[in-house]
């Protein structure tokens, strides 16, 4: 387990115990997060589990696959500082991370 932290537009933090080989996303699906609506369900086409990569958490994520990154070029902040979290899988060194989620998915 590890602890992810989702923290909302309006400033709304939600912490979650996270299982390892789980993504960012299913977490945040698993325990109601909102705003993390993943309509394609993790199959990286719909670009609605967008998270944002605060600057410290940047260079300890893996860098974002060429899929992932032509579906953030149609968002508004590329990666790093914008993930989908359904790419996103949880490991170890995780533990703590913490997200931003755009006002847009709320
Ligand atoms: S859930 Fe659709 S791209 Fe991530």
């Known amino acids: 387990m590890v602890t992810i932290t989702y923290i909302t537009s309006d400033g709304r933090e939600f912490t979650v115990n996270a ?7 299913r977490a945040a699906q698993a325990h109601g ?3 993390i609506e993943a309509e394609c369900g993790g199959g990286l086409t719909c670009a609605t589990c967008r998270v944002g990569i605060p600057p410290e958490w940047q260079g300890r994520l ?3 696959s060429a899929d992932e990154q032509t579906m953030l070029e149609y968002c508004e902040d590329p990666a790093p500082a914008t993930r989908l979290s359904c790419q996103i899988e949880i490991d ?3 533990d ?5 989620i755009p006002e ?3």
Request: glycine share 12%; hydrophobic share 35%.
């Open 62 to 64: 893996s860098p974002a």
């Open 96 to 100: 703590g991370l913490r997200v931003t």
């Open 19 to 25: 299982e390892i080989g789980d993504t960012v996303m």
């Open 104 to 106: 847009t998915q709320h």
């Open 92 to 94: 170890q060194s995780l």
């Open 33 to 35: 997060v909102p705003g």
